[in-house]
């Protein structure tokens, strides 16, 4: 089956750094990917839409100068994390749609800033 | 609005009980409805879905029902089994094209 590959699976960031999560379709080009944030106990929320080629559109209340979001080609999308603070600590996950396949999701990211 | 609900937030049920967990959805247009199992710290996991041109969709233990003209969608389990207990989400497909989740239910299944 179709996978998403994402890295890192872990990071641990000091506060005011900036950091970098990849998101990598394997056996299929992703046009559009899309990118959630999960606090513990709360859901998937999404955060962003990544377009390839072209901005992405992002959800109401996110922070699009904060949140970077960069789908330079058909297979990769990254969301950097800037000048984190602790209150950014938070699972990451990515996710690519495939039509009638579904969404394929990456295995997640858990940020922890310090 | 984009919204999906999902009730109820928490499910305990004896194991071989059934569980049902119910969610709404706001877009008429919606067209896809998964279902997805997550453990704690990993992706989610597809368990089942429907496309708004069927109304129930039947896999084993799982089922799903889907009333287009309520716009509503509910998660069947049968049987249920300690290691059922996970959280459970429900989705909506919405226009253009994005994914919203479902608040979640933890369904916790006593042996």
């Known amino acids: 089956g179709a996978v998403v590959s994402q890295h890192p699976s872990r990071v641990i960031c000091k506060s005011g750094t900036s950091v970098k999560i990849e998101c990598r379709s394997l056996d299929f080009q992703a046009t559009t990917m899309f990118w959630y944030r999960q606090f513990p106990k709360q859901s998937l929320m999404l955060m962003a839409t990544?377009?390839?080629?072209?901005?992405?559109?992002?959800e109401q209340g996110v922070e699009k100068d904060k949140f970077l979001i960069n789908h330079a080609s058909l297979t990769l999308s990254t969301l950097t994390v800037t000048s984190a603070h602790p209150e950014d600590s938070s699972f990451y996950i990515c996710s690519a749609n495939q039509g009638l396949l579904g969404y394929t999701f990456g295995s997640g990211t858990r940020l922890t800033v310090v | 609005g984009e919204n999906v609900e999902q009730h109820p937030s928490t499910l305990s049920v004896q194991e071989g009980d059934s569980a049902v967990i119910k969610c709404t959805y706001s877009?008429?247009?919606?067209?896809?409805f998964p279902w997805y199992k997550q453990e704690l710290g990993k992706r989610p996991q597809l368990i089942i879905d429907?496309?708004?041109?069927?109304g129930e969709k039947k896999d084993q233990r799982i089922a799903v029902t889907l009333n287009k003209t309520a716009k509503h969608f509910s998660l069947h389990i049968t049987e249920t089994q300690p290691e059922d207990s996970a959280v459970y989400f429900c989705?909506?497909?919405?226009?253009?094209?994005?994914?919203?989740f479902g608040t979640g239910t933890r369904l916790l299944v006593s042996p």
């Open positions: 429907i496309r708004s041109n069927v």
């Open positions: 989705a909506a497909h919405l226009r253009p094209q994005k994914l919203v």
């Open positions: 990544s377009n390839e080629g072209s901005k992405a559109t992002y």
């Open positions: 877009d008429s247009a919606s067209n896809y």
